[in-house]
């Protein structure tokens, strides 16, 4: 059973984009992060014309393309980059989100589970595995990864929401309850109007 609830979809990533000292002073970064995402795309693509195989220029473009939702500029753009760079799991994230984005959740799955098993990656590959296994009907396999994106990182607020809405949809209201207060105390955004509703 899938509870009808509109899950926000990943705050933590989608604010993102690669960034290293020499990149500061690059104007696309600047544009990005005044929400100014043509001119951003734009000057990414001047900037490609001299290092077509710039991962960091790539996957900046492919995130101002994403913001502007044009996911299948952003999609190109994050394989290329892949291309060039297998095991970047920033770059599978951001893969696995547009998936997500479009509703194409086998595929959303496939690149969430490459980023998972890469040593070090982060608790959102965990987290975003289980919004794919979620929405592809699957709430038992959806419980253990967001369960797995708690483990790898306590304060994950969006895993205790998710999972708490997930495990309420499953009538284990009393489990869902207790992860909905965790949300709520990590001022996850709607987890507060959710344990009103759902846990009076």
Known sequence: MRLRVKMILVPVLAGTLFSCSEQKANPADRYFEKGQYELAAQTYTENLK???????ILYNRGR?????GDFEKAQKDFETALNIEPSN???LLSLSTVQLQQNNYA???LYATKAEEIPGAPAMASFLKGRALHQLGMPEDAL???????????DFGQAYFNRGLLKIALNRNKQGCEDLK?????DYPGAKESLTKYCK
């Open 50 to 56: 001299n290092k077509p195989s710039d991962v960091k």
């Open 64 to 68: 101002a393309y994403q913001e502007m």
């Open 89 to 91: 799991f920033q770059v």
């Open 107 to 109: 595929s959303a799955l």
């Open 144 to 154: 253990k990864a967001y369960g797995n994106a708690i483990q790898l990182d306590k």
């Open 182 to 186: 965790l949300a709520s105390v990590l």
